[in-house]
């Protein structure tokens, strides 16, 4: 008989589950959420408190005092939902728009027309009307009277507009920094109650690590485009909506409660219409289920198709308003950096900004608002770094994929970057820039939320001692605070104005035409208010200087040709300032500053010219300026007066009679016209007079 083993009797031990110790805090004088927050909005407020007072820059006013929509308060909101974000711009400067893929950004849009409507005035239905009324040409023509009136009354409703928009910059910056500071405390919370307290962190207290990374993006310099730059609150809304959105679909899933399900949809709609980057949670959601709920990936889907479902409809919305964007190339290198680049220069150059965001991220200096042509020269496969950028990402992406296998948080952080920075990059799609600080907005949390990690993680690798590493900790957020929030403190009056920013960044990015361009337009309209005249020469030049660099690096910029004529009219260099304008008519036949101020300036400047020369007694040189002073300004009643008298004065009697006539038929009342035209007569019949005596 076999022996029976005694142990396969006994009665088998239950297993008891695992439980998970809590790691302690290192910073337990402010571990909770309250604390914390509180600690997030002092900071917040004292590196960002130095914006309150800046003014506006970039396209601040194209979205702002540009926008019909906004300026005209609750009854613009129509259509700032149901248009391309740039729409009421465009169509004011006669354009349909040289930027790819259409920009259906409505939501922080919306907000600068409550706000106008609230603290502000609102001109823009006049406004609209008056343009509208300018662009009949055919109408114009046959009434050159009201064509005047209209446009005095542009100027008049632009000046208001103007004053009223700068009123509010400070509400409007206000406001951004209350909305970014909110979004960082609801990233604490996210982070605190989910993210990592789900990540299974084995040595780190998951709300140390919250806090730290919060604070790292609280305070990080590379946001300061996103926060002192108005028109950047889209990026704010977007990544704060996206952050709630997260939120409630943690809570949902916890609950099971219908209105966190709703509240979690609603606020991805909102995320959506702030910027299409929301559109990167259609894969980070079932990504978030499989990684911190353990679901499996078809549950993960199943779970996310709510969501899913909103993205859908969000792009069926944006096709609808905005449709598919411009269609074809283009060919204005400013809206396309790569229209120049052969073979596989552009590709190489894409992959090449991939490496210099990871720089500025680790590093974040120097800080430009423009990385325009020629900013970053074309790269190809030859350049060492354009290799290193390849194996560096080859080994994130990698890496996610193996963290992701495991169900590890570091692959959704992971992916939370590389999703955005795809976006940017690109690669997926043309964005009419090469690269942006506020681009890199999204994608740095991500990288935040590892470098928080990594360096908590060195801590414990120092220290195993609680009270050691709480001072460790307390000396790290110190180390991060204090150098960048200086340096975010320290950029922040740069954006006060657009002539500030660039005056600045232009000797940051040299070989940016964008910066040349808008540093030699600040340096003239400094010149402008300038009284000491050498001083003013002095600005002049600077601004020739920068703007003669911007046109040689782009021959085709518009903008640089009308400041460069702009900069010589100023110092009275008619003939140069009317070779500039006349280049960029060139290249932009239908630009509404012709007619409605380059022009008349020339025009009437020539004409000033052409009195001096006939006070000297040369006539026929007069005679040439009043000529070239009707090419600008063939409506101008005055200009036809004094080319008849000055050809009259030399016997040129048919171009005299050209003058009065055309002068006349402007205005049949102008008495001066018609005595130059009776004499005129009598030169032409001298014995007229005397046959009516005889008569008589």
Not at 112 to 121: C, H, I, K, N, P
Not at 219 to 229: F, S
Not at 553 to 581: C, I, M, R, S
């Amino acid at each position: 008989m076999a022996k029976q083993n005694p142990k396969k009797n006994q009665p088998q031990k239950k297993q008891q589950p695992v439980i998970a110790v809590p790691v302690p805090s290192a910073l337990a004088p402010i571990s909770s959420f309250r604390l914390q927050s509180i600690f997030i909005v002092l900071i917040g407020f004292i590196i960002y408190f130095n914006s309150f007072s800046n003014k506006y820059a970039l396209d601040d006013d194209i979205v702002m005092r540009l926008n019909d929509y906004v300026q005209q308060g609750f009854s613009g909101i129509g259509k700032i939902m149901t248009t391309d974000s740039y729409d009421s711009f465009f169509k004011s400067m006669g354009s349909s728009g040289e930027l790819s893929g259409g920009r259906y950004r409505p939501l922080s849009i919306l907000t600068f027309a409550v706000e106008q409507q609230l603290f502000g005035d609102c001109y823009g239905t006049r406004m609209l009307e008056v343009r509208d009324s300018l662009s009949k040409n055919q109408m114009l023509q046959m009434n050159p009277n009201l064509a005047n009136k209209l446009i005095s009354e542009k100027a008049v409703l632009e000046s208001k507009i103007s004053q009223s928009h700068e009123n509010l910059a400070m509400i409007r910056h206000i406001v951004s920094v209350i909305l970014y500071i909110l979004s960082v405390v609801f990233l604490l919370q996210l982070l605190r109650d989910y993210i990592f307290k789900y990540a299974n962190l084995k040595f780190i207290n998951h709300n140390d690590l919250a806090f730290l990374t919060s604070i790292i993006f609280l305070v990080h310099p590379i946001h300061t485009e996103v926060v002192a730059n108005v028109k950047s609150r889209d990026e704010i809304l977007s990544f704060l909506f996206i952050v709630l959105t997260f939120i409630f679909v943690f809570k949902y899933d916890e609950k099971k409660e219908s209105k966190n399900l709703f509240l979690g949809l609603f606020f991805y709609f909102l995320a959506l219409l702030s910027k299409e980057w929301g559109i990167t949670l259609v894969a980070l959601i079932p990504m978030s289920f499989y990684i911190f709920r353990k679901n499996s990936i078809v549950q993960s889907i199943k779970n996310s198709l709510p969501y899913i479902a909103v993205g859908v409809f969000y792009l069926i919305l944006r096709y609808k308003f905005v449709g598919a964007g411009k269609q074809g190339e283009i060919t204005e290198v400013l809206n396309n950096p790569f229209v120049y680049a052969k073979g596989f220069e552009a590709k190489a150059t894409q992959i090449f900004v991939l490496l210099k965001y990871l720089r500025l991220l680790i590093f974040p200096h120097p800080l430009s608002a423009d990385y325009s042509w020629k900013t970053i020269p074309y790269n190809n496969f030859g350049d060492a770094l354009v290799w290193i950028s390849i194996f560096v990402h080859i080994a994130i992406v990698y890496y996610m994929f193996v963290l992701l296998k495991k169900r590890n948080w570091i692959a959704f952080a992971i992916a939370f970057y590389l999703s955005h920075l795809f976006l940017v990059s690109n690669l997926a799609m043309p964005i009419g820039a090469t690269m942006g600080e506020r681009l890199i907005y999204h994608s740095s949390i991500g990288f935040i939320m590892v470098a928080a990690f990594l360096l908590l993680s060195g801590i414990n690798k120092i220290t195993s001692q609680t009270e050691n590493k709480k001072r460790l900790q307390l000396l790290l957020i110190v180390l991060m605070v204090v150098p960048m929030g200086y340096a975010t403190i320290a950029r922040n009056p740069n954006w006060e104005t657009d002539n500030i920013l660039f005056m600045h960044d232009a000797w940051v990015v040299p070989n940016s035409v964008l910066a040349n361009g808008n540093s030699g337009k600040a340096f003239i309209e400094l010149a402008q208010v300038e009284k000491d005249s050498i001083k003013k020469s002095v600005l002049l030049d600077s601004a020739i200087y920068h703007l003669n660099k911007a046109v040689t690096l782009h021959p085709k910029y518009v903008n640089g040709y009308l400041n460069l004529g702009l900069a010589f009219f100023q110092k009275k260099d008619l003939d140069k300032a009317e070779y500039f304008w006349n280049q960029a008519r060139k290249y932009f036949p239908s630009h509404p500053f012709f007619r409605q101020s380059y022009d008349p300036a020339l025009s009437n400047a020539l004409v000033e010219r052409a009195r001096d020369e006939g006070k000297n007694g040369h006539v026929p040189k007069a005679i040439e300026y009043i000529a070239r002073a009707l090419k600008y300004d063939s409506t101008n009643q005055e200009i036809w007066y004094h080319y008849g008298g000055a050809n009259f004065t030399i016997g040129n009697l048919n171009e005299a009679y050209r003058g009065f006539s055309n002068c006349l038929r402007l205005n049949p009342n102008n008495v001066d016209a018609r005595k130059g035209m009776d004499v005129l007569m009598q030169h032409a019949n001298p014995q007229q007079p005397a046959k009516q005596a005889n008569q008589k």
